[in-house]
């Protein structure tokens, strides 16, 4: 046996499971499978996972020692909630006096719509704390039981403070037999009824969930792979199977999150918009700063304090029909040809259209209007007209693409529709793909505002089986960058076998001072340790919320010290300044190296700018970091930077931050840090005040040595 360590990510979807195997030393994809998902089985998707872990280990020789990390990303919790299946929620609800009443009051939460008619089915319980004892707990506890409680929440004002009494009542559900959580488990956020309600669809998912992650374990365990398993959340990062047996809602929609997950560790996009297109609808994320956005979930219209990645699903994508009214196009979608159960035309031969083939319009599902454009071919068969089809006549998917088709069939079905609408085929693809290509930059320019992204700084990032059908187009007609993923069709797949342990601990406090953020960051490297971290590797960003009073702090780590045999190799400099040049879209001759540490180089570029017929001058910087393996970690325009020693932090960087700082007669804002030293690199755009961002800086280089050269990007 070698040395040699890999990758397993696996990817449950509701029609296919899919396998992807990375390996760990140059993150290079070894192989790739899929098989139907196994959901009829009497081990459920559980069959499926263990099924395609021994196809890929024994079709490429690789044993199960040879493992070093497998995680699998899984539907279940969000496909649960979406069909229903979900258990019956007991709460609990505690207090005393005045704030017992405000309690009884917060923590009463009716039925949660879900969909199609489908409810999370609720039953409340109160109990003064003032008589708490554990017969009044288990009498509550009974009722609740004997109502249709099948697991059980306990809630109580200020328990993120004192979870004691949330403790007990959980320890004598456990007693009897009931799976049990705390609303102090999942956020540690004031505010009872929305902590309560996420702390009911936590609840509503734990005996599903405890299934299946039982009968994984064991199949990885019976496989004889070591390795830890981890599982998929919601914001782009892993955590134990141990810890999904406490909080399962971390995993909803952590499908969606599998795949800008790959984009940001296997592409190592540092500034884009990702794009996973499939055959019915497009799933968009925003990357800033190589991180993803992540905002509040709701559940049945209902907001809640899971923190999930923000995407923005559309009905657009390489399956989209055509809608034709009135001799034009009127739209494409929502309808898909999959929905319609048509063919696309463009993945045909052209014979599958017969001697006579014909344009019509069809209702794809009862209520449709009958608008849509399909080709009846031979043998009665109906081809759907698809932005696939449209994107291929006009040459945007490239031959060797997933989404690569027929170009000659593709022809003969947009000429049909051309001669309708009087123009020609290429005329009438062109119409479909702006229509579609003009709804989805509705989107892309709400969040591209919404996060403050610098348009001519990010890249349009395609992924999914139809990533070229609509990326490479809509940044033409943008004019934008763009980039198709590698292996884009698994993209999802890969995202989950290189995804890092991620953990995030939330907390109401105003103006946190020094002892609140040490605090914190003691919490949070204690609870990601827990979700499978090797401590080492631990990055922590604290980030605070003036305006709603939240502590936040987020934790990235591998599993394993990953030893590189590349790991001192840096790339040739002449090679580094034409990446910075084009991540900054300016000549690579005026970009210029500013200076170096560690891991880390810094690229400039200045220019001036004359204005009112050149009496005044305005100088523009634009910088782009580097790391030395060529990936751009960070781009900014107007930014200023500095470098200095560990022991000049306390003299010139607070120089340097004075310099940067926006002075007001209301306040001073301090500008957006960056700072970079050795292998680090240090987010402190969270801060809010000075004394804030340099007791941050005093802890991350306590151990540093004097003389160690550290740069600081700012911005304002």
């Given at each position: 046996?070698?040395?040699?360590?890999?990758?397993?990510?696996?990817?449950?979807?509701?029609?296919?499971?899919?396998?992807?195997?990375?390996?760990?030393?140059?993150?290079?994809?070894?192989?790739?499978?899929?098989?139907?998902?196994?959901?009829?089985?009497?081990?459920?998707?559980?069959?499926?996972?263990?099924?395609?872990?021994?196809?890929?280990?024994?079709?490429?020789?690789?044993?199960?020692?040879?493992?070093?990390?497998?995680?699998?990303?899984?539907?279940?919790?969000?496909?649960?909630?979406?069909?229903?299946?979900?258990?019956?929620?007991?709460?609990?609800?505690?207090?005393?006096?005045?704030?017992?009443?405000?309690?009884?009051?917060?923590?009463?939460?009716?039925?949660?719509?879900?969909?199609?008619?489908?409810?999370?089915?609720?039953?409340?319980?109160?109990?003064?704390?003032?008589?708490?004892?554990?017969?009044?707990?288990?009498?509550?506890?009974?009722?609740?039981?004997?109502?249709?409680?099948?697991?059980?929440?306990?809630?109580?004002?200020?328990?993120?403070?004192?979870?004691?009494?949330?403790?007990?009542?959980?320890?004598?559900?456990?007693?009897?037999?009931?799976?049990?959580?705390?609303?102090?488990?999942?956020?540690?956020?004031?505010?009872?009824?929305?902590?309560?309600?996420?702390?009911?669809?936590?609840?509503?998912?734990?005996?599903?969930?405890?299934?299946?992650?039982?009968?994984?374990?064991?199949?990885?365990?019976?496989?004889?792979?070591?390795?830890?398993?981890?599982?998929?959340?919601?914001?782009?990062?892993?955590?134990?199977?141990?810890?999904?047996?406490?909080?399962?809602?971390?995993?909803?929609?952590?499908?969606?999150?599998?795949?800008?997950?790959?984009?940001?560790?296997?592409?190592?996009?540092?500034?884009?918009?990702?794009?996973?297109?499939?055959?019915?609808?497009?799933?968009?994320?925003?990357?800033?700063?190589?991180?993803?956005?992540?905002?509040?979930?709701?559940?049945?219209?209902?907001?809640?304090?899971?923190?999930?990645?923000?995407?923005?699903?559309?009905?657009?994508?390489?399956?989209?029909?055509?809608?034709?009214?009135?001799?034009?196009?009127?739209?494409?979608?929502?309808?898909?040809?999959?929905?319609?159960?048509?063919?696309?035309?463009?993945?045909?031969?052209?014979?599958?259209?017969?001697?006579?083939?014909?344009?019509?319009?069809?209702?794809?599902?009862?209520?449709?209007?009958?608008?849509?454009?399909?080709?009846?071919?031979?043998?009665?068969?109906?081809?759907?007209?698809?932005?696939?089809?449209?994107?291929?006549?006009?040459?945007?998917?490239?031959?060797?693409?997933?989404?690569?088709?027929?170009?000659?069939?593709?022809?003969?079905?947009?000429?049909?529709?051309?001669?309708?609408?009087?123009?020609?085929a290429e005329d009438a693809a062109r119409q479909a793909l702006d229509i579609a290509i003009d709804k989805v930059m509705v989107v892309v320019n709400e969040m591209i505002n919404e996060y403050k992204l610098e348009?001519?700084?990010?890249?349009?990032?395609?992924?999914?089986?139809?990533?070229?059908?609509?990326?490479?187009?809509?940044?033409?007609?943008?004019?934008?960058?763009?980039?198709?993923?590698?292996?884009?069709?698994?993209?999802?797949?890969?995202?989950?076998?290189?995804?890092?342990?991620?953990?995030?601990?939330?907390?109401?406090?105003?103006?946190?001072?020094?002892?609140?953020?040490?605090?914190?960051?003691?919490?949070?490297?204690?609870?990601?340790?827990?979700?499978?971290?090797?401590?080492?590797?631990?990055?922590?960003?604290?980030?605070?919320?003036?305006?709603?009073?939240?502590?936040?702090?987020?934790?990235?780590?591998?599993?394993?010290?990953?030893?590189?045999?590349?790991?001192?190799?840096?790339?040739?400099?002449?090679?580094?300044?034409?990446?910075?040049?084009?991540?900054?879209?300016?000549?690579?001759?005026?970009?210029?190296?500013?200076?170096?540490?560690?891991?880390?180089?810094?690229?400039?570029?200045?220019?001036?700018?004359?204005?009112?017929?050149?009496?005044?001058?305005?100088?523009?910087?634009?910088?782009?970091?580097?790391?030395?393996?060529?990936?751009?970690?960070?781009?900014?325009?107007?930014?200023?930077?500095?470098?200095?020693?560990?022991?000049?932090?306390?003299?010139?960087?607070?120089?340097?931050?004075?310099?940067?700082?926006?002075?007001?007669?209301?306040?001073?804002?301090?500008?957006?840090?960056?700072?970079?030293?050795?292998?680090?690199?240090?987010?402190?755009?969270?801060?809010?005040?000075?004394?804030?961002?340099?007791?941050?800086?005093?802890?991350?280089?306590?151990?540093?040595?004097?003389?160690?050269?550290?740069?600081?990007?700012?911005?304002?």
């Amino acid at each position: 046996m070698t040395d040699k360590k890999y990758r397993i990510g696996i990817d449950v979807g509701g029609t296919f499971t899919d396998a992807a195997v990375i390996d760990n030393d140059n993150f290079t994809l070894i192989a790739k499978k899929k098989i139907p998902t196994t959901h009829h089985h009497p081990n459920g998707v559980a069959h499926g996972i263990i099924t395609i872990i021994h196809e890929v280990l024994a079709e490429n020789g690789i044993s199960p020692q040879e493992v070093s990390f497998i995680a699998h990303g899984t539907t279940q919790a969000t496909n649960a909630l979406l069909e229903g299946d979900v258990a019956k929620v007991g709460i609990v609800a505690m207090g005393s006096g005045l704030e017992g009443k405000s309690a009884k009051k917060e923590a009463n939460i009716l039925d949660i719509p879900l969909a199609d008619g489908k409810f999370l089915h609720t039953f409340n319980t109160y109990i003064d704390t003032r008589q708490l004892s554990d017969d009044n707990i288990r009498a509550a506890i009974e009722t609740l039981r004997e109502q249709g409680a099948e697991v059980i929440v306990a809630s109580e004002a200020y328990s993120v403070d004192d979870p004691t009494n949330e403790l007990r009542v959980m320890a004598v559900a456990a007693e009897m037999g009931l799976c049990a959580t705390g609303g102090h488990e999942i956020t540690q956020l004031y505010g009872l009824k929305t902590r309560t309600r996420t702390a009911v669809v936590n609840a509503s998912l734990i005996p599903r969930m405890l299934e299946t992650a039982n009968m994984t374990e064991q199949a990885i365990i019976e496989a004889g792979i070591t390795s830890q398993l981890m599982i998929m959340r919601c914001d782009g990062g892993v955590m134990s199977i141990d810890e999904v047996r406490k909080r399962p809602i971390l995993t909803m929609l952590s499908g969606l999150a599998a795949g800008v997950a790959g984009a940001l560790m296997y592409e190592k996009v540092s500034d884009g918009i990702f794009f996973e297109v499939g055959g019915t609808s497009v799933d968009i994320s925003v990357i800033k700063n190589g991180k993803v956005m992540i905002q509040n979930a709701q559940v049945g219209g209902h907001r809640t304090y899971l923190r999930s990645l923000d995407v923005r699903t559309l009905a657009v994508a390489g399956g989209s029909m055509m809608m034709v009214e009135n001799g034009k196009i009127t739209m494409t979608g929502p309808r898909s040809a999959h929905i319609a159960g048509c063919e696309y035309e463009c993945f045909i031969a052209e014979s599958a259209f017969g001697e006579n083939p014909q344009l019509t319009f069809i209702s794809p599902r009862p209520g449709d209007p009958q608008t849509y454009a399909v080709v009846n071919g031979a043998e009665g068969k109906r081809y759907a007209l698809t932005v696939a089809g449209a994107a291929n006549l006009l040459g945007y998917v490239p031959t060797d693409d997933y989404a690569a088709g027929n170009i000659n069939s593709a022809r003969i079905a947009w000429q049909l529709l051309g001669d309708h609408l009087g123009v020609s085929a290429e005329d009438a693809a062109r119409q479909a793909l702006d229509i579609a290509i003009d709804k989805v930059m509705v989107v892309v320019n709400e969040m591209i505002n919404e996060y403050k992204l610098e348009r001519h700084f990010i890249t349009l990032v395609g992924g999914g089986g139809s990533g070229c059908v609509l990326v490479p187009a809509m940044a033409e007609k943008a004019a934008m960058k763009h980039k198709n993923a590698n292996n884009a069709p698994y993209i999802s797949t890969i995202g989950v076998g290189m995804a890092m342990v991620r953990e995030m601990i939330e907390k109401s406090v105003v103006n946190p001072g020094e002892a609140e953020i040490k605090q914190i960051r003691a919490e949070i490297m204690e609870r990601i340790v827990k979700s499978g971290a090797n401590e080492a590797t631990v990055d922590i960003n604290i980030e605070i919320d003036k305006q709603k009073n939240v502590l936040r702090a987020i934790a990235t780590g591998a599993t394993e010290l990953r030893q590189k045999e590349n790991l001192n190799e840096t790339l040739p400099l002449e090679q580094l300044q034409q990446i910075a040049a084009e991540s900054i879209n300016l000549p690579v001759e005026t970009t210029k190296p500013a200076c170096q540490t560690g891991r880390w180089h810094l690229f400039e570029n200045i220019s001036e700018h004359k204005r009112f017929f050149g009496l005044m001058k305005k100088k523009k910087i634009c910088l782009s970091m580097i790391d030395r393996e060529g990936v751009v970690r960070l781009k900014k325009e107007n930014a200023n930077w500095l470098l200095c020693t560990r022991q000049e932090v306390t003299s010139s960087f607070a120089e340097f931050l004075d310099d940067n700082t926006r002075y007001s007669e209301a306040n001073a804002t301090i500008p957006k840090t960056f700072l970079f030293w050795k292998e680090k690199m240090l987010d402190l755009t969270g801060m809010q005040t000075k004394e804030q961002m340099l007791s941050i800086i005093e802890m991350e280089l306590d151990v540093l040595e004097q003389e160690q050269p550290v740069i600081a990007v700012a911005w304002q």
